[in-house]
Structures are given as structure tokens and as C-alpha cells.
């Protein structure tokens, strides 16, 4: 629980730390990560993880993180609430292992993260009690040359 929150405030903070201009990109506000956000939500088509059965893209938003490397984060949610977390996390564990993807790490029953070559996915599902369940998928691409895979 004490893991779910800490990545549920970083979350918050990145979000909480940008400013949007009027392309509808985001400044990040951080000045050692500098990174560039564009907003929509439309997934990739070649985001390497499924929509959750019933979930809805809530937005999508591709980075260019200073360190070069392209984060892709896919914000779903499930209404009405019908799976636990644990459901989702099997579903998408089951998804990244018959695709080669090797588990890294598994956080508790709300969350995961897999690697394969340059590329690291994470899945967290949320449960709020009421409110619909939050299902963010995110997918790092790391830069190997020091400069920004490029964006579609």
C-alpha cells in the first residue's frame, strides 16, 4: 500500500509540475528532465500493450525525457468497477510474458514492470472503493545514443 501511494504521488507530482502551451504540448517545470509532452488519445499503434477489456482511454501523453529516451503513458479506466487489480495485473502479466517480455518486478497485487531490449512497460491498476478503477500503462524507451527515439 505504502509503494502504491508513493507512485500514485509521483504521478501527481510530474502532472502537478507542468504547463501546458497552445499546441497542447506540456514543459515539464523540472529543469534537470527536461521533457516535452504531447497530449491526446489516440494510443500508438505501436504501444506494445492491449486496452484493458471494458477500460477507456482517458489520454495519452508522449515525452521526450531529457535524458533522450520517449516515455509513453496510456491513462485508462474501467466504469463500472467489475475486476479486482489483481484480475488486471494478471491479465496484463499473462499479455507481457507470452509476448517475450521478462517480469522485473511485481508490486503486490496493484502493479508490475517487465523489460525486453530498451524498452521497460509498467501497469498499475487502482481501485478507489467508488470511483472507476485507474489503469495507467506506461512504456520507456531508453536512448542509448544520448538522443530521443523519434516521436510519431
Known amino acids: 500500500m505504502k509503494r502504491k501511494v508513493i507512485a500514485l504521488s509521483i504521478l501527481v507530482t510530474l502532472y502537478g509540475c507542468s504547463t501546458a502551451n497552445e499546441s497542447g504540448s506540456i514543459q515539464s517545470g523540472n529543469s534537470s528532465e527536461s ?19 471494458g477500460a477507456k482511454v482517458i489520454r495519452v501523453d508522449k515525452d521526450t525525457l531529457g535524458s533522450g529516451g520517449l516515455q509513453t503513458h496510456v491513462l485508462t479506466q474501467i466504469e463500472p468497477i467489475k475486476d479486482s487489480p489483481e484480475t ?30 530498451n524498452k521497460t512497460l509498467q501497469v498499475f491498476a487502482d481501485n478507489h472503493h467508488d470511483l472507476p478503477t485507474d489503469v495507467p500503462l506506461t512504456e520507456i524507451i531508453e536512448s542509448a545514443s544520448g538522443s530521443a527515439p523519434q516521436q510519431e
Request: aromatic share 12%.
Open 88 to 117: 488486471i495485473i494478471v491479465f496484463y502479466t499473462q499479455k507481457l510474458q507470452s509476448n517475450g517480455w521478462a517480469m522485473e518486478q511485481q508490486e503486490a497485487e496493484w502493479g508490475l514492470s517487465a523489460r525486453k531490449g
Open 35 to 53: 521533457q516535452t509532452s504531447k497530449i491526446s488519445k489516440e494510443i500508438p499503434s505501436d504501444f506494445p500493450l492491449p486496452v484493458y477489456p
